[in-house]
């Protein structure tokens, strides 16, 4: 099993058509074609299906050391709204500890403009996960 096959089980990511593009230990890439079923009563992005994009790029970065790693606090910062296109997420590390781990993910447009941030910080657990080597 690859990272990319255990993060196919985020059911709901899945369904919000999320996709993982680079996975490595302390970073991924993650995106979202926006569709019509995306779209809150305004007409732009739901909040919510932003922050599952990054939080799902969050969660590939974390994990990707191997062991499993749950998210212990997180927020975004909403910077700007859209209604189309294709969102990309990529998450970073910034400190990885032997248990508590924090990251951020910014969350771009095309044109490679910021539509969000996210941080957020996650436990690591003493459970190595399917695809790690041993």
């Known amino acids: 099993m690859t990272i990319y096959e255990f993060f196919r089980n985020d ?14 230990p302390g970073y991924a890439r993650a995106t979202m074609t926006v569709t019509p079923d995306h779209l809150n009563a305004g007409g732009t992005v739901q909040g919510g299906a932003i ?7 969050f969660a590939a970065a974390v994990n990707a050391y191997g062991n499993l790693a749950v998210s212990i606090q997180s927020s975004i910062y909403f910077h700007r709204g859209l209604s189309s296109g294709v969102l990309a997420a990529e998450a970073k ?13 910014t969350v771009t447009d095309e044109a490679g403009e910021t539509v969000a941030t996210f941080v957020a910080s996650a436990y690591r657990k003493d459970v190595t996960l399917p695809f790690a080597k041993p």
């Open 11 to 24: 059911r709901f990511a899945a369904l919000a058509g999320v996709e993982l593009s680079d996975v490595r």
């Open 51 to 57: 922050f599952t994009l990054a939080d799902l790029a």
């Open 93 to 105: 590390a910034i400190k990885v500890g032997a248990s508590i781990a924090s990251f951020e993910a």
